[in-house]
């Protein structure tokens, strides 16, 4: 048995797929044997829909069964709810938690106190991080849909953000207690990207702030990647322009296809040249973060929980 | 007006279901144009784009983006975040400008807070730890910010021949890339409500007369804080609302009329997305919310739409003629068929993206589109700009640069 629940953070830029790659990494993960629980935490409901269920309620709910044979639980944590709950463990504050709620201290201190929010979020992915049922963990590992690239940093780094404000106190504790969980050898924080510039640039400066905090990288994962459809030959064909619109269009004829579309495919072809030597660029410039790439396929027929099950064999090596 | 009617505008800028561009920034009625959508669609691009545009064609522009990619930002002239509007070189024609600027939140908070408070309530307001943490990390400070913003620079006036007059005739905004988009909308209401809230009002009053009455809920709650938070905590609060609470009016006041700005009739929201199921379910989302809200909608922009070539190979016969050419063929046979399988490759994008504007179509009927074709690479400067520009106006590329 592990000595700690893994985890496993995924980030991104907006429009790259991270749900899709969190819940396929959890899919992944359980193994025969194994429970998983995907939690999200910005109240967006993306799990529900990818998994076409209704809303998830702030309840661990069996949501999948893994390729493996093991067990997917989903969680959606709101900071209200978290709250609440953190009050009733620690303090069995029944009555006093809902005088909270009347003053407006609920909203206040999951939307204007700074930083607690964050605390609350992950403080409950901690709380089931730490919880055993019977012998061992009650999981055995958690994959978090975290916020995007950009405020992953400070998500993660609850601790900067009350510095100041709770000097003392359980939520002091509680956020160094969460610190040592996020930089721990059994956390992983992935980001997920497409061979695009902006989304790659974004990358490259989230691992170099989470570096710069001590937080653990994980894999990048390149999402939506397209096949390749021509082949060293047909490059070398299409720079030289060793072929032209004639032998084209006579090959096509061939095959009973118009062959005044000729110049129309050599424009795609290149097109096409163009865009994967972009994507070369991007894909050297991932490599060059030292970090593993796994790569993963644009699926044409669109996510569903067939593309899960596949998504999350290609996924194998983030185990 | 009534809340209960919700207006769709769609104004004469639209013409066959398609935004007319042109005629929407040539429309001196047009002051404020407001970009949204969910993250990674080419919002901060498309602002760029319109804000050159109607720049190039005359207009007096201010461009106000929240977090633009570097080599884009670069591009305007953006090197520095300095929260100050600064020209943009290179921008052609005689008549018109363009300024741009990136948005510091916290140093719009700042000044915020210095203009409506004395000289020495605003030092202790600016050194309280809530207030640092608020207006640097509070989501949804920085689209509070961006809207406060906004309306300084839209009642920003410069002396002119006829008087005073407006210091920029047209702001196009680029929201922020919030967890949700629409939170630009709430953000100010939701700052409002709990600066002005019954739990801060209480914090701050006396225990005598009617409040005694609720003291006693009061100390079970406030040593419920204490316990959790410690009392330095409790301490640093009601510093920050006592030096805060007589800003609470001016706030409100502030986020009602940003609110009113942005149902002006000097107001139009153009909503951005990309041809892909979760950008046009949240592009769906919003417009809804638009209207709900009677927010004047001047249309939806598609970014990164593929096209397809209409030279009547059909994505089955490319697959079928690419099948029997890789068996047997002529010399080029091998990379006709390769060339085949990008075309059947290529036309099943388009006819997924098509789909997907189809169902947008069919569910707003009434919402002007225009789709703006994939470039090839990201663009980096202020032709990459124009050529964008002409897209949106349906103008042939080039015929701006």
């Known amino acids: 048995m592990s000595n700690a629940t893994e985890l496993h953070v995924v980030t991104g830029k907006g429009g790259t797929g991270k749900t899709t790659v969190a819940a396929a990494l959890a899919m992944s993960l359980a193994g025969r044997g194994r429970r998983v629980l995907l939690c999200e935490v910005e109240g967006r409901q993306g799990i529900a829909q990818l998994f076409d269920v209704p809303p998830l309620p702030y309840a661990e709910r069996k949501i999948a069964v893994g390729p493996g044979g093991g067990e997917v639980y989903a969680l959606a944590i709101d900071p209200e709810s978290a709250l609440l709950e953190y009050l009733q463990m620690f303090y069995r504050l029944g009555r006093a938690g809902k005088a909270l709620d009347r003053f407006g201290i609920i909203d206040f201190a999951t939307t204007i106190a700074p930083g607690v929010r964050d605390v609350l979020l992950t403080g409950k992915v901690y709380e089931v991080a730490r919880r055993r049922d019977g012998g061992r963990f009650a999981y055995d590992a958690i994959v978090m849909d975290a916020p995007p690239t950009g405020r992953i940093t400070r998500f993660l780094n609850v601790n900067s953000e009350l510095a100041g404000l709770a000097k003392v106190g359980p939520i002091k504790r509680q956020a160094e207690s969460i610190m040592t969980m996020m930089r721990a050898t059994s956390t992983h924080v992935h980001l997920v990207t497409v061979l695009e510039e902006m989304p790659v640039t974004e990358t490259i400066d989230g691992i170099a702030d989470l570096e710069a905090e001590k937080l653990p990288v994980g894999h990048v994962v390149v999402n939506l990647?397209?096949?390749a459809l021509l082949s060293a030959e047909s490059r070398t064909a299409l720079e030289s322009d060793a072929v032209d619109a004639r032998v084209v269009g006579q090959a096509l004829e061939s095959v009973g296809l118009p062959a005044t579309a000729a110049e129309g495919l050599l424009d795609g072809g290149r097109a096409a040249l163009r865009r994967e030597d972009l994507e070369r660029d991007q894909r050297d410039v991932l490599s060059g973060s030292g970090r593993p790439v796994i790569e993963l396929p644009r699926l044409a027929g669109g996510i569903d929980l067939g593309a899960l099950y596949e998504l999350a064999g290609e996924l194998e090596d983030m185990r | 007006m009534s809340r209960d009617r919700p207006r769709v505008v769609i104004d004469d800028s639209s013409r066959d279901g398609r935004i007319d561009v042109d005629a929407l920034l040539a429309d001196r009625g047009t002051e404020i144009i407001v970009c949204c959508g969910s993250g990674g669609v080419g919002k901060t691009t498309t602002s760029a784009a319109l804000a050159l545009r109607a720049a190039e064609q005359g207009r007096t522009v201010c461009v106000l983006t929240i977090d633009p990619a570097r080599r884009l930002a670069q591009s305007m002239g953006l090197t520095e975040l300095d929260n100050t509007p600064r020209p943009v070189a290179g921008v052609r024609g005689d008549t018109g400008s363009l300024d741009a600027m990136m948005l510091d939140m916290k140093r719009t908070f700042d000044e915020v807070v210095e203009r409506h408070a004395s000289p020495e309530k605003a030092q202790q307001i600016l050194q309280n730890p809530f207030y640092i943490a608020l207006s640097s990390s509070f989501a949804g400070t920085q689209e509070y910010m961006a809207m406060e913003k906004l309306g300084q620079l839209h009642a920003e006036s410069v002396a002119g021949a006829g008087g005073a007059e407006k210091r920029y005739?047209?702001?196009?905004?680029?929201?922020?890339?919030?967890?949700?988009?629409?939170?630009?909308?709430?953000?100010?209401?939701?700052?409002?409500s709990l600066l002005d809230g019954r739990f801060l009002k209480?914090?701050?009053?006396?225990?005598?007369?009617?409040?005694?009455?609720?003291?006693?809920g009061l100390g079970l709650v406030t040593g419920a804080l204490n316990k959790v938070l410690g009392a330095q905590f409790l301490t640093d609060l009601q510093g920050f609302i006592a030096a805060f609470d007589t800003l609470f009016g001016g706030f409100r006041q502030r986020a009602e009329a940003t609110y009113s700005l942005l149902q002006a009739d000097e107001t139009r929201f153009v909503v951005v997305a990309a041809p892909e199921p979760a950008a046009m379910r949240e592009a769906s989302y919003f417009v809804e919310r638009l209207a709900g809200e009677q927010m004047p909608l001047a249309g939806l922009v598609v970014n990164r739409v593929?096209?397809?070539?209409?030279?009547g190979i059909t994505a089955a016969a490319a697959e079928a003629g690419a099948a029997r050419l890789r068996t047997a063929g002529p010399p080029a046979g091998p990379v006709t068929a390769e060339l085949l399988a990008v075309r059947a490759d290529r036309l099943a994008v388009a006819d997924r993206e098509r789909h997907q504007q189809r169902a947008f179509g069919s569910a707003h009927p009434s919402v002007p589109t225009v789709a703006v074709p994939a470039l090839p690479s990201d663009v980096h400067d202020l032709d990459g700009l124009r050529q964008i520009g002409d897209l949106l106006a349906g103008q042939p590329v080039g015929s701006s640069t």
Do not use: C, N, Y
């Open chain 2, 202 to 216: 209480l914090l701050l009053m006396p225990a005598k007369g009617p409040a005694r009455l609720l003291s006693a």
């Open chain 2, 306 to 311: 593929h096209a397809d070539a209409d030279d």
């Open chain 1, 225 to 227: 990647i397209r096949p």
């Open chain 2, 169 to 192: 005739d047209l702001i196009v905004v680029d929201t922020p890339p919030s967890r949700s988009a629409l939170d630009f909308l709430d953000a100010p209401e939701r700052l409002s």
